[in-house]
Structure formats: C-alpha cells, structure tokens
C-alpha cells in the first residue's frame, strides 16, 4: 500500500496480497430446452494474486468454459466474473479485447507463433499491436527465465518444439499481464519439455510474482501449482494446496468412487 508507492518494483517482489481474478456465484449455460448444458453451476473461486492455481476435474466438468469466461472469451448467464477490480460482464466487447490484450496473457496447447517473425518479434508482437513499448529490463529477465538469451534472431521452424513453447510463454509473460491463464499447455510436448515450461511457470511465479491459472488433467503438472481447485458437473467440488502428484491422484480417485456409490 504506502510502502507500494515509495519503493520501485523490483522484479523479484514478493507476491501482493488479494484475488488475482475470482468469481462469485459464476454460471454459464449453455444452448435451451433440450439441448440445455449447465456448465458452471454458481462457481465461487479466487484466484491468488502471485499464486499459481490448477483447475482439474474429469472431461466436461467445465475447466475449459470456467477458463474462458474469467479469460473474457465467452460471456457468463449469472454471477460475476472479475479480473482484478473490473467486472467482466459490464464490458462491451472492445473493451474485452482491450482488458484482454492489457491485462491477461495466455499459453494455448497451440503454440500460435507467426512464422515470418523471429522468436523477439514474436515475444513483443502483442505489444507492438498495442502500441506499447516493452519495458526492456523486464523482457531481459523473462527471455533469461525461460532460457531463450541466445536464440531470439531464430524464426519458429528453426526452434525445437520445447524452444517454441518457450517462446510463448515468454509472449505471455513479457507484458506482465495480471493474470497468465494456460489451457493445457503440456498437452502437446513430450514429458521433459512439459516438465521445463512448467519449471518456468513455476519459477514466473516465484522470482516474478506473476498470477498463474492452469487447466490439466495431470496429476503431476498440477502438483507445480500452488493450490488445485477441483470440479465436478460445473461445480467446484474441493481444493488442495501444497499439491503432490500422489495428493492429487488420490483426490481423483476419492472423487471416482463417490461418482460410483452416489
Ligand atoms: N459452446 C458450447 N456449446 C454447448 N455446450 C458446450 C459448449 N462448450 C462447452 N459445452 C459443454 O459444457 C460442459 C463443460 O465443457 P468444458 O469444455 O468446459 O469441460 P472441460 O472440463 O474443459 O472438458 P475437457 O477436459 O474434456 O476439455 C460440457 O458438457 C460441454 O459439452
């Protein structure tokens, strides 16, 4: 608070307190009469600011839709939504795109990198078509982060598939978003360049300070997270904090069975 406004921000900050982004009673419906899906019922959750957050639960639980519409991709039927102080749902749509390109960064399964541009021009291409300027200390340290210092002159078909994951991840986190949401950004690299972008989500986290909410179906990539919120039929079911692999499966399984007994 006071002490904020005296003391530069050094990258190396500890995690300020508060929601990231949260929902309040969120509910998304999708389609009408028969083909109805409720596919968030009245989700409450808060998403720790400089905290790394995994969302599991089995395939239609409603991950990817919870996602979506904190992200401001898809509209929500009831509750609320808010990134920060800003209340999604009183957005027109360009001023989702605006809160979108400005505050929140995002790593898909797909890389998306633009093959006539080099791996920096990649990095800073959100910034350019937002007319901003990248704060070039801070772009330093996220290219050394992610280990990229010496090959930002290469386009991405002269990258490895783990190097061009990397690109993205430094995309996402060069304009220091509020908040980094990732849908399954392991689900298309092999299991040591899974373990390496999660290592540097994991370290943005603790030298950057940065937000992170991850979407996965893995046990093992969610125990990179700090705490694991778990879903169940668009409900939020449980949580877990301080995750193992082995905490978490045993969670799935206790979840299983009460599927098979209820
Ligand atoms: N655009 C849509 N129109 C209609 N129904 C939808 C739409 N998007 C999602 N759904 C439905 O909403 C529910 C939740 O879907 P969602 O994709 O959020 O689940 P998920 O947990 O991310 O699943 P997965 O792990 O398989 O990706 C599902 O029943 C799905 O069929």
């Given at each position: 608070?006071?002490?904020?406004?005296?003391?530069p921000t050094?990258?190396?900050?500890?995690?300020?307190?508060?929601?990231?982004?949260?929902?309040?009673?969120?509910?998304?419906?999708?389609?009408?009469?028969?083909?109805?899906?409720?596919?968030?019922?009245?989700?409450?959750?808060?998403?720790?600011?400089?905290?790394?957050?995994?969302?599991?639960g089995?395939?239609?639980?409603g991950k990817s839709?919870?996602?979506?519409?904190?992200?401001?991709?898809?509209?929500?039927?009831?509750?609320?939504?808010?990134i920060?102080?800003?209340?999604?749902?009183?957005?027109?749509?360009?001023?989702?795109?605006?809160?979108?390109?400005?505050?929140?960064?995002?790593i898909?399964?797909?890389?998306?990198?633009?093959?006539?541009?080099n791996a920096?021009?990649?990095?800073?291409?959100?910034?350019?078509?937002?007319?901003?300027?990248?704060?070039?200390?801070?772009?330093?340290?996220?290219?050394?982060?992610?280990?990229?210092?010496?090959?930002?002159?290469?386009?991405?078909?002269?990258?490895?598939?783990?190097?061009?994951?990397?690109?993205?991840?430094?995309?996402?986190?060069?304009?220091?978003?509020?908040?980094?949401?990732?849908?399954?950004?392991?689900?298309?690299?092999?299991?040591?360049?899974?373990?390496?972008?999660?290592?540097?989500?994991?370290?943005?986290?603790?030298?950057?300070?940065?937000?992170?909410?991850?979407?996965?179906?893995?046990?093992?990539?969610?125990?990179?997270?700090d705490?694991?919120?778990?879903?169940?039929?668009?409900?939020?079911?449980?949580?877990?904090?301080?995750?193992?692999?082995?905490?978490?499966?045993?969670?799935?399984?206790?979840?299983?069975?009460?599927?098979?007994?209820?």
């Amino acid at each position: 608070m006071s002490q904020a406004a005296t003391t530069p921000t050094a990258p190396q900050a500890p995690a300020p307190a508060g929601a990231a982004a949260c929902a309040v009673g969120l509910s998304k419906v999708y389609g009408e009469g028969e083909t109805r899906v409720v596919a968030l019922d009245s989700v409450s959750v808060e998403f720790g600011r400089g905290r790394f957050t995994a969302i599991m639960g089995p395939s239609g639980s409603g991950k990817s839709t919870l996602m979506h519409c904190m992200a401001g991709l898809d509209t929500i039927s009831a509750g609320s939504a808010r990134i920060g102080d800003t209340e999604l749902s009183r957005l027109h749509d360009r001023q989702l795109t605006r809160l979108r390109r400005d505050k929140i960064g995002f790593i898909f399964q797909a890389f998306n990198l633009l093959p006539t541009l080099n791996a920096l021009e990649n990095i800073t291409l959100p910034m350019d078509i937002a007319g901003r300027r990248p704060d070039q200390e801070w772009l330093d340290l996220v290219v050394a982060t992610v280990g990229l210092s010496g090959r930002l002159r290469h386009r991405p078909s002269q990258l490895s598939g783990g190097q061009q994951q990397r690109v993205a991840v430094a995309r996402a986190l060069a304009s220091r978003p509020e908040i980094i949401f990732a849908d399954e950004p392991t689900g298309n690299l092999d299991s040591r360049s899974g373990a390496e972008l999660l290592g540097f989500l994991r370290e943005s986290v603790r030298e950057l300070g940065q937000t992170v909410v991850m979407v996965t179906h893995d046990p093992v990539a969610a125990s990179y997270a700090d705490r694991v919120v778990f879903l169940a039929d668009g409900r939020l079911i449980d949580e877990l904090a301080g995750p193992t692999p082995e905490g978490v499966l045993d969670r799935m399984r206790r979840f299983d069975t009460k599927d098979r007994t209820s």
